[in-house]
């Protein structure tokens, strides 16, 4: 990717990142891109780590439990990857259920390996919803490929019906694969929302509940290494969202009053950067520029 006008000079990167304790990283276009490495990112995680800067990498793939997103990435990029560090759209769905319906009855639509981050949660089968005389306390919708059927699907709108809490992973309507574009869970998200006439709780991104859930984990990272001590609680203003998406990952992070930094290894070059309505705090070519940026700021990050 090419940097020009849009991207942010050296000086100021460094001075978006002063008081920066920790880090969300988006995975697609910032860690790797059509399933390679980015130059450079591996050597960046790997140097947050060896300054003791916590981060989360967040990520709306929603098809695979944490560690076998963490086992693909680690083989792709050569790098240890741990699942605690991943963050997905189901994990986060997941730990809204446990935190928001704890006990409850769920019905979650989503592909089996994913449906492991429910481990421990009562998970019904739609046959086991539809058997009951009281509706589940929530639906959750997700990538469940062809388990989205009519039958699945319309099980799932009789429980929403019926009261239902309505958790949905994502609202995206299609995505890219090696066959073209393709028809993604979100579309599912839609029509059911336009045959209720409501909302679903979104959990992955662009909500706010994956970067609050995020924020949650690095805090309480922080928080057990320096033994609680208040004073070094973790501000969310301290933290900095990286993501190649102005919108899903930039636009979001600003609403909850993280920092957002986009780099140009993904989705948008600078020309398209520049034309964009959001206003990042920098705009730079990679993660590898930003953790080269905080090594020439020591004593200004990490509480190593
Ligand atoms: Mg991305």
């Known amino acids: 990717m090419t940097t020009g006008p849009a991207t942010t000079s050296d000086a ?84 809204y259920t446990a935190a928001h319906h704890a006990g409850g009855p769920l019905l979650v639509l989503s592909a089996p390996d994913a449906r492991r981050e429910w481990a421990g949660q009562q998970v019904l089968s739609p046959d086991e919803a539809d058997a009951r005389t009281e509706p589940v306390a929530a639906v959750v919708i997700g990538d469940a490929g062809d388990d989205l059927s009519y039958r699945n699907l319309d099980i799932a709108f009789r ?33 059911l929302e336009a045959a209720l006439g409501r909302r679903a709780v979104i959990c992955g991104k662009p909500s706010p509940v994956v970067f609050r859930q995020a924020v949650a984990e690095l805090r309480a990272e922080l928080a057990g290494r320096d033994g609680g001590s208040t004073e070094s609680r973790l501000r969310i203003g301290d933290i900095a969202m990286v993501g190649d998406d102005p919108k899903a990952d930039i636009a979001a992070a600003l609403r909850v009053g993280l920092l957002g930094i986009l780099v140009l290894s993904g989705k948008v070059d600078a020309a398209e950067a520049a034309r964009s309505r959001v206003r990042p705090d920098a705009i730079t070519d990679s993660l590898a520029s930003i953790v080269h940026a905080l090594e020439n700021m020591p004593g200004t990050s990490g509480r190593a």
């Not at 059509?34 to 989360?56: F, M, N, Q, T």
């Not at 793939?61 to 699942?83: E, I, N, Q, Y």
């Open 12 to 95: 100021a990167l460094r001075t978006a990142l002063d008081g920066v304790r920790a880090f969300i990283l988006d995975a697609d276009g910032v860690l790797m891109y059509r399933g390679a490495p980015i130059d450079g990112s591996p050597a960046a995680v790997a140097e947050l780590r060896r300054r003791g800067i916590p981060y989360r990498v967040v990520t709306n793939f929603s098809s695979a439990h944490r560690s076998t997103l963490a086992a693909w990435v680690g083989k792709a990029t050569g790098m240890p990857v741990d699942a605690a560090e991943i963050i997905t759209a189901a994990s986060a769905a997941a730990a």
């Open 159 to 191: 429980q929403l019906k019926a009261g239902a809490a309505f958790v949905a992973m994502h609202r995206n309507p299609w995505w890219m694969t090696p066959k073209g574009f393709t028809l993604d869970a979100g579309a599912y998200v839609l029509g």
